[in-house]
């Protein structure tokens, strides 16, 4: 029996293809895949998460100690409705009132964020990359609560999700 051909629309055997080169799996990032470094966007909270056991929850577990009281926070489906604030006196749609002082550092990123907004007159995206930078900060600080540093994750996560456009 012949070989197939190609007319015969049949595969034909032939050397398999090149494999990629995984001599050096991190050398086109210049750093590990798996631990990302500190010019990263990730929180150092959640960086390297992968390789330890539990995920991304060990470093704001508070591993059986007792937790301060959390802050009072608005219910999610007000806070979405921009009926409610998230946290503080800033954090979600409005403030609670003209003048009130932060009541923490996240808060504060929060204020200047809706200050940043006013001074340009619109949802600048600047402000916002701001307020994600403020926020990390404050979720990688072993001196705030273990509440507030995860509530500053969930900022920035609504960073990402807040319309925004340059200037």
Not at 110 to 129: E, K, L
Not at 135 to 156: F, H
Request: glycine share 12%; hydrophobic share 30%.
């Amino acid at each position: 029996m012949a070989p197939p051909s190609a007319e015969d629309g049949e595969p034909r055997p032939g050397p398999p293809p090149p494999l990629p080169d995984v001599s050096d799996p991190n050398g086109r990032a210049g750093g590990a895949l798996n631990e990302p470094d500190e010019r990263s966007d990730i929180p150092k909270t959640l960086r390297s998460s992968g390789s330890k056991a539990g995920g991304p929850a060990n470093d704001l577990n508070p591993g059986g100690r007792a937790e301060a009281p959390a802050p009072p926070k608005g219910e999610l489906g007000q806070v979405i409705a921009g009926k409610e604030l998230f946290h503080g006196n800033y954090c979600g749609k409005g403030q609670r009132g003209e003048g009130l002082p932060p009541t923490d550092d996240l808060d504060a990123a929060c204020m200047r964020h809706d200050a940043c907004y006013d001074t340009a007159g619109y949802s600048s995206c600047a402000c916002d990359a701001t307020l994600k930078r403020e926020a990390s900060i404050v979720s990688d600080s072993p001196k705030v609560t273990l509440e507030v540093r995860r509530r500053a994750l969930s900022v920035i996560e609504a960073t990402a999700a807040m319309d925004c456009r340059a200037p």
